[in-house]
């Protein structure tokens, strides 16, 4: 699986938009970009996933850069219970077991 | 949606005794789950692949006659840590893929602690 880098963590005041960047200048053309976040003493839940295209659900946005090698995810309404650790992943996708690195750890101020 | 369901969600033992973790996927079939361990303020690692009806495959370091895997079913998988020692101790949580979704969905966790 390709290397992510992400900030160790970020500070958002509730009701703004948190953008939380993550690096994968080694992804390869099948691969995917995944978001999870863990929070606290739970397993982790998946948030959004993409290819190629911007991606949008309603928990969050995924921007992937034009050549793939970066990507925002976007959470539009930070509230309280976003405070978690948000982890970005590449993976070829299918029945693969992911490999989480240290993420970065949202905390949303009230 | 889907759901992966952990039990026991917590358990005390003493030391040398084993303790077994069930996961199950509720409302969907998995011929794959996923088993993680995460130490404090650490993140989650791979430990092992459990595969329905055949053997486990196991991350390098991670000893396969200390946690053992049987995946009997199609919506079961178990983990057993045997004879525990306090170092044992953490947080357990598996995985199972949605099919057709390039989605994995996480149980809540098991948090053993070793005495």
């Known amino acids: 699986d390709a290397k992510t880098t992400q900030p160790p963590s970020m500070d958002c005041a509730e009701g703004r938009a948190a953008n939380l960047p993550c690096n994968h200048s080694?992804?390869?053309?099948?691969?995917?970009v995944y978001w999870y976040r863990q929070i606290h003493s739970q397993g982790p839940q998946y948030i959004i996933h993409?290819?190629?295209n911007n991606e949008t659900n309603e928990m969050a946005s995924l921007i992937i850069t034009e050549d793939r090698k970066s990507s925002t995810l976007i959470l539009p309404h930070a509230t309280l219970r976003d405070t978690a650790v948000y982890y970005c992943?590449?993976?070829?996708?299918?029945?693969?077991?992911?490999?989480f690195g240290k993420g970065t750890h949202l905390i949303i101020q009230p | 949606g889907a759901v992966v369901s952990q039990h026991p969600s917590w358990v005390i033992c003493k030391s040398g005794t084993s303790v077994k973790i069930e996961c199950r996927s509720l409302?969907?079939?998995?011929?794959?789950m996923f088993w993680y361990r995460q130490f404090p303020k650490q993140s989650l690692m791979l430990m092992a692949t459990?595969?329905?009806?055949?053997?486990?495959?196991?991350e390098q370091g991670v000893e396969k006659d200390k946690f053992l895997i049987n995946h009997a079913s199609l919506t079961l998988s178990t983990l057993t840590v045997t004879s525990a020692h306090p170092e044992d101790s953490s947080f357990y949580i598996c995985?199972?893929?949605?099919?057709?979704?390039?989605?994995?969905?996480f149980g809540a966790g098991s948090r053993l602690t070793v005495l």
């Open positions: 995985s199972a893929p949605l099919l057709g979704a390039n989605v994995l969905t």
């Open positions: 080694t992804i390869s053309g099948n691969e995917y």
């Open positions: 993409g290819l190629k």
């Open positions: 992943i590449v993976n070829g996708g299918g029945a693969d077991g992911l490999t």
């Open positions: 409302d969907f079939q998995a011929t794959t």
């Open positions: 459990s595969n329905e009806g055949s053997k486990a495959t196991y």
